[in-house]
């Protein structure tokens, strides 16, 4: 009840708010590179629509909302402050816990890539769709009954789900057809973001780690789906707090705590970071400019040490654990990277090695997605400002 009545009221402070901007500027968002007045873009490779319409039966994975307690164990339970120490027990445990959270990740991204990378046609569209507004409807994550571990699970749902409906907006016209359904989804996505905001606002410098980095993400992704500048902004907000701890030599401290763990947790940090500058920049708003000397050096330093952990381990003084994470899902930020800014050295060996590059919390088949050059190319759909400038090479 709390996180709806928020909801509605901060409904109406975004309205006044985004006009009230608008009159003052005069400009569009794009011109002012922030969200004043909405038209928030997602990159062009979410308009794609399907070549191929493969008609006939679908298989669609419907998914039981959970409705539940969100307090959760964590992996690490018992841990020290390097939280690198996986608890076997309790990862089992976890992993149960939140069994139904992962498989709707799972299922609304893998119906989106089967509609619009695969050509499964409108019962594709219809599976992500519905799946959104059965959990929307039951108010699913909503929960009161929710601690850090929780918090964590609610971001990254949001990012996918949100990812996933975004595609079907941007390439099917029909999906937002049943404007009943739509606004239900919708307005989830706003409570959800209210949930995230709420919880990764005003965190103390000490515990602020790649978790505020994936609930920006997911908080940015909510915002194009619902054209919510609030949310937005309070996105790139966190971006800019990102940047803001990157030492000299251009490493995340909070990542290099976790020991054995640093590079996985750098190239985790990685993820959502890539994917907020790359929707800031088809946005008019180049975040990566911005930061051009900690952003890029922060990568490079993360692809070299993918290539050669060793360098990881004389900085931290331990081993590196790479178990895992060589792997399709975790290297995935690189291909946007590539697209929009070109590629840094060492990333084509990654990329050629595990292409198709897919993550369910990205966006889904992010080779797909970010494959056209140029980035926005001409034509009616989708028809960006001419003054968007990206980078045409991939």
Request: hydrophobic share 35%; charged share 25%; net charge negative.
């Amino acid at each position: 009840m709390r996180i709806q009545q928020r909801s509605e009221h901060r409904h109406w402070g975004r309205m006044l708010l985004c006009t009230a901007i608008s009159a003052a500027f005069g400009v569009s968002s794009v011109n002012a590179g922030q969200c004043l007045g909405g038209e928030l873009r997602a990159p062009v490779g979410y308009y794609q629509t399907p070549e191929n319409d493969g008609g006939g039966d679908y298989d669609c994975e419907r998914v039981e909302p959970h409705v539940g307690s969100l307090s959760l164990t964590s992996k690490y339970e018992g841990s020290d402050s390097a939280r690198n120490e996986l608890n076997e027990q309790a990862y089992e445990e976890y992993k149960e816990a939140t069994n139904k959270i992962r498989s709707f990740e799972k299922a609304v991204i893998a119906a989106a890539d089967d509609y619009q990378v695969d050509g499964y046609g409108s019962e594709a569209m219809h599976c992500v769709l519905d799946n959104l507004d059965e959990w929307a409807s039951a108010d699913a994550l909503l929960t009161d009954d929710i601690n850090h571990v929780g918090q964590a699970v609610r971001k990254w749902a949001l990012a996918a789900a949100a990812n996933a409906y975004l595609r079907m907006r941007a390439s099917a016209p029909e999906a937002t057809a049943d404007l009943q359904r739509t606004a239900r989804i919708e307005d989830w996505f706003r409570r959800l973001s209210d949930g995230v905001r709420e919880y990764y606002t005003d965190r103390e410098p000490r515990k602020v780690n790649n978790h505020d980095y994936w609930a920006a993400w997911a908080v940015m992704s909510s915002a194009v789906a619902t054209q919510d500048c609030g949310d937005w902004n309070w996105s790139v907000s966190k971006f800019d707090e990102a940047m803001g701890q990157i030492t000299d030599e251009g490493y995340l401290p909070k990542e290099l705590s976790r020991e054995t763990r640093a590079l996985e947790y750098m190239n985790y940090a990685m993820q959502p970071l890539t994917m907020i500058a790359v929707f800031a920049e088809v946005n008019g708003n180049s975040v990566y400019g911005r930061y051009r000397d900690e952003f890029p050096s922060m990568a490079q330093n993360v692809v070299a040490g993918l290539a050669d952990p060793q360098r990881i381990e004389s900085i931290t003084g331990y081993e590196q654990i790479v178990d895992g994470l060589y792997k399709s899902w975790s290297l995935a930020w690189m291909e946007p990277w590539q697209a929009t800014w070109d590629a840094l050295e060492g990333m084509p060996t990654f990329l050629d090695e595990h292409r198709p590059m897919k993550s369910t919390r990205l966006g889904g088949d992010i080779s797909y997605l970010y494959q056209i050059n140029p980035l926005w190319p001409d034509g009616s759909q989708p028809n960006p400002p001419s003054n968007i400038m990206l980078s045409s090479s991939s």
